[in-house]
Structures are given as structure tokens and as C-alpha cells.
């Protein structure tokens, strides 16, 4: 059996040890421990050490700045240890300094070791679903951090509801005709900048009938034989990319509904000649076009020096 592909921000590198969340005077211990690690989240951006080379900054208590216990999230052990995300709102200055830089994980994930970039989109993923459920979806009440940090419960009593992380699952894929594969742009891109097909999963919609629907609606193109090939948390803000290929049924290329300003073939030479501009190497996208040019011309799409990816960086 081949192994499973793992992109960037995927893999096991957490221990979540959920059992843990309801365990109050465990977490109290492991908040005030030295040994216990913190992850800062200053907005939507992560610490990183980019000398010598890129890293995670993880922090221990004495490090932070002062904040309240109800704003730390349990993650689980990374490397053995406790490690929590803590969250700080990008409406005052960056709270941590000389430890590094505050930089959009979305650029600088591939950059990274792949367990730091995995513990920081977690990270991210947490903060980010926290700050957009302080107050009750029910009755409009506030809500506080409870299970360490995993679900936020409405503080109303005759209300009590509880609200759970939630990721919006998204299809993304390469259809192909064998020679050629199919990517599309938006007019908001960078000039050049193509991508495979996406879109989010509607209610009622299986992830294969996404797919047959988000192409044919984006590009009028008929598809058939879907492979899956991998996924990819994407916590932009909170997306879980699942990743197919596909081949094409149909050849003539439209964009009936607008979302795309175009969509085109391309062929490996096309990719090797720089034309298109490709998505970032940290995305599941890349992943999907490099896996396709690598088996049509048994080379490394990354490698290869006439490629051309966004952004301008290996």
C-alpha cells in the first residue's frame, strides 16, 4: 500500500490527549509548570526565529507577558510536552519581543520544520475560532472558554449551549485530460497566478459530488474518474482542503458563473517554461499540480528551474 501524501500543516504531531481537557487540576499544574511551552498568536500571525534557519519560537511561562489562564488553549504534548496557544489581538502592538518576528503562516509554513508548522496552524486554527465565538449563536449571550479551551459555553444558564470547533470542508482538484491540466485564476490574484479548481462542501453534498459540481460550474468542464489523493488542514481561516485528481470528459473551457476571471489548459513544458505562475509549495494545490508534472516528466516540479512559483521563493 503507498503511503498517504502529507502536506504541509498535516501529520500527527500532536498528542491532543483530549482526555486531559476536562482534568482542572491538571491543567492547573501544567499552566503554572516551567516546563510546560506556550505558542503566541499575536491576530492571525505566528512567532517564528528565521536565524539560522526557520523555526517555531515556543515560549515558557516567565517568557510571556502577563495573561489571563482563560485565554491559554490546551493543545496537547508536543515533543512530550504541554504545550498551549495563547492568543493576543493584533489591536496593540506585538506583545513578545527579541524572540523573534510575527509572520502569516500561510508564507512561511513551508519554511518551516513540518512539526512546527503543524503545531502552528493548530495554534492559529484554535485562537482564530475563539475569537469569533465569545458570544452565544443561540441567545446572544457571552460565552466562556471551558474543556481547556475546546468549546465555548454560553454563560446564560437557561441557555447553557455549547459551541465546538468546526472547520469548513472544501473540495480542491487537478482535473487533467492526460496531457494537459486544468487551472484557473481569480481577478484579485497576482498577475500570472494560477491554481486547481475549489470550493466548499454545500450541505447535503458528498466531497465527490463537490467536486463534479465546483468544475462544472467554474470551468463547464464534465468530470469522471475521481481519485482522491490527500487533504490538508488550512486554517485560512479554518478550511480542511480535500484534495482529488480527475479526468476531463469534456474540453471547452468557460467560466459561466464568474467566480474565475479565466481558466485554461497547461501542459509540463507550459509549467517548465514558467507559464503559469504556480500557488505556494505550503499549499495542497502545489501539491496536487507537482504530483501530476512529476509523473508525466519524472522530474521534481519544485526543482525544476524554469518554474515559477508564488511566492517568489523555494
Given at each position: 500500500m503507498t503511503?498517504?501524501?502529507?502536506?504541509?500543516?498535516?501529520?500527527?504531531?500532536?498528542?491532543?490527549?483530549?482526555?486531559r481537557?476536562?482534568?482542572?487540576a491538571w491543567?492547573?499544574?501544567?499552566l503554572?509548570?516551567?516546563?510546560?511551552?506556550?505558542?503566541p498568536?499575536?491576530?492571525?500571525?505566528s512567532?517564528?526565529q528565521?536565524e539560522?534557519?526557520?523555526t517555531?519560537?515556543l515560549?515558557d511561562?516567565?517568557?510571556?507577558?502577563?495573561?489571563?489562564?482563560?485565554?491559554a488553549i490546551?493543545?496537547?504534548?508536543?515533543?512530550g510536552?504541554a504545550?498551549?496557544?495563547?492568543?493576543?489581538?493584533?489591536?496593540?502592538?506585538a506583545p513578545i519581543?527579541?524572540?523573534?518576528?510575527?509572520?502569516?503562516?500561510?508564507?512561511s509554513?513551508s519554511l518551516?520544520p513540518?512539526?512546527?508548522?503543524g503545531?502552528l496552524?493548530y495554534?492559529?486554527?484554535m485562537?482564530?475560532?475563539q475569537?469569533?465565538?465569545?458570544?452565544?449563536g443561540a441567545c446572544g449571550?457571552?460565552?466562556k472558554?471551558t474543556s481547556?479551551?475546546?468549546?465555548?459555553?454560553?454563560?446564560?444558564?437557561?441557555?447553557?449551549?455549547d459551541?465546538?470547533?468546526?472547520?469548513?470542508?472544501?473540495?480542491i482538484?487537478?482535473?487533467?485530460?492526460g496531457?494537459r491540466?486544468?487551472?484557473?485564476?481569480?481577478?484579485?490574484?497576482?498577475?500570472?497566478?494560477?491554481?486547481t479548481?475549489?470550493?466548499?462542501v454545500?450541505?447535503?453534498?458528498s466531497?465527490?459530488?463537490?467536486?463534479?459540481?465546483?468544475?462544472?460550474?467554474?470551468?463547464?468542464?464534465?468530470?469522471?474518474?475521481?481519485?482522491?489523493?490527500?487533504?490538508?488542514?488550512?486554517?485560512?481561516p479554518?478550511?480542511?482542503?480535500?484534495g482529488?485528481?480527475?479526468?476531463?470528459?469534456s474540453?471547452d473551457?468557460?467560466?459561466?458563473?464568474g467566480e474565475l476571471?479565466?481558466?485554461?489548459?497547461?501542459?509540463?513544458?507550459d509549467?517548465?517554461?514558467?507559464?503559469p505562475?504556480?500557488p505556494?509549495?505550503?499549499?495542497?494545490?502545489?501539491?496536487?499540480?507537482?504530483?501530476?508534472?512529476?509523473?508525466?516528466?519524472?522530474?521534481?516540479?519544485q526543482?525544476?528551474?524554469g518554474?515559477?512559483?508564488?511566492?517568489?521563493?523555494r
Open positions: 503511503p498517504p501524501h502529507i502536506n504541509v500543516f498535516a501529520g500527527a504531531y500532536v498528542d491532543r490527549i483530549s482526555e481537557r476536562k482534568d482542572s491543567q492547573a499544574s501544567a503554572t509548570s516551567e516546563q510546560s511551552l506556550f505558542v498568536i499575536w491576530g492571525t500571525q512567532l517564528i528565521h539560522p534557519t526557520p517555531a519560537v515560549l511561562r516567565a517568557s510571556l507577558p502577563a495573561f489571563g489562564d482563560h485565554r490546551f493543545l496537547g504534548e508536543f515533543s510536552t504545550t498551549f496557544a495563547v492568543g493576543f489581538g493584533d489591536d496593540v502592538p519581543g527579541g524572540y523573534g518576528a510575527f509572520t502569516d503562516l500561510r508564507f509554513g518551516l513540518r512539526h512546527d508548522a503545531l496552524a495554534a492559529r486554527a485562537v482564530w475560532w475569537d469569533r465565538h465569545r458570544y452565544c449571550a457571552p460565552t472558554p481547556a479551551g475546546h468549546v465555548m459555553t454560553c454563560t446564560n444558564q437557561s441557555c447553557n449551549t459551541c465546538f470547533p468546526r472547520v469548513d470542508p472544501a473540495i482538484v487537478l482535473v487533467t485530460d496531457e491540466a486544468l487551472l484557473g485564476r481569480q481577478a484579485s490574484w497576482p498577475i500570472g497566478r494560477y491554481s479548481i475549489a470550493g466548499f454545500e450541505p447535503g453534498e466531497f465527490e459530488d463537490a467536486v463534479i459540481r465546483e468544475v462544472r460550474e467554474e470551468t463547464n468542464i464534465k468530470v469522471s474518474h475521481l481519485q482522491y489523493h490527500s487533504s490538508q488542514p488550512w486554517p485560512f479554518s478550511s480542511l482542503m480535500v482529488f485528481m480527475a479526468k476531463a470528459a474540453h473551457v468557460k467560466c459561466p458563473d476571471e479565466d481558466a485554461r489548459w497547461f501542459s509540463p513544458e509549467f517548465a517554461a514558467g507559464r505562475v504556480l505556494p509549495v505550503t499549499s495542497i494545490s502545489f501539491s496536487l499540480i507537482a504530483h501530476w508534472y512529476e509523473k508525466c516528466s519524472g522530474q521534481s516540479l526543482q525544476t528551474p518554474a515559477q512559483i508564488w511566492p517568489a521563493q
